[in-house]
């Protein structure tokens, strides 16, 4: 890969490989876990990763031509109008889905706590059983 900044080639800055976006975050590792256990703590990390609704600023498609720029025109100034409130929605949605995911996290950890207890008192009791 080759990076180049006002002109200048600035690629051996960038190190022998670049650093490269995150690829545990796919859904497709959801396929890979063998357990049960391992399916689910694969789940709880990505829905901590992703449980944010993007605002990022995006470019609105158009057709070519001048209905298309005058659509174009009408949709930035409806976005404009609408974007105060699309923020505000969003921010409650952000905060849901991070409240969600810590509730989810908390209740897989109870329960992973909860069969770590269960199977000791069962090893307990089989020992004692075994003791008779």
Do not use: C
Not at 45 to 52: F, G, I
Not at 60 to 80: H, Y
Request: aromatic residues 4%.
């Amino acid at each position: 890969m080759k990076l180049t900044i006002n002109g200048a080639d600035r690629s051996g800055e960038l190190g022998a490989t670049p650093p490269q976006p995150e690829v545990a975050a796919s859904a497709r590792r959801l396929q890979q876990p063998a357990d049960e256990a391992a399916y689910l703590d694969e789940l709880i990390r990505q829905l901590q990763q992703r449980n944010v609704v993007n605002l990022e600023p995006f470019q609105i498609p158009r057709r070519s031509g001048w209905l298309g720029a005058l659509t174009a025109k009408v949709r930035t100034k409806l976005w404009r109008l609408l974007r105060y409130q699309h923020e505000h929605v969003t921010a409650q949605q952000n905060d849901i889905n991070q409240l969600l995911a810590a509730a989810l996290e908390f209740e897989h950890r109870a329960h992973q706590r909860e069969v770590a207890a269960l199977t000791k008192r069962i090893e307990e009791l089989e020992r004692k059983l075994a003791a008779r």
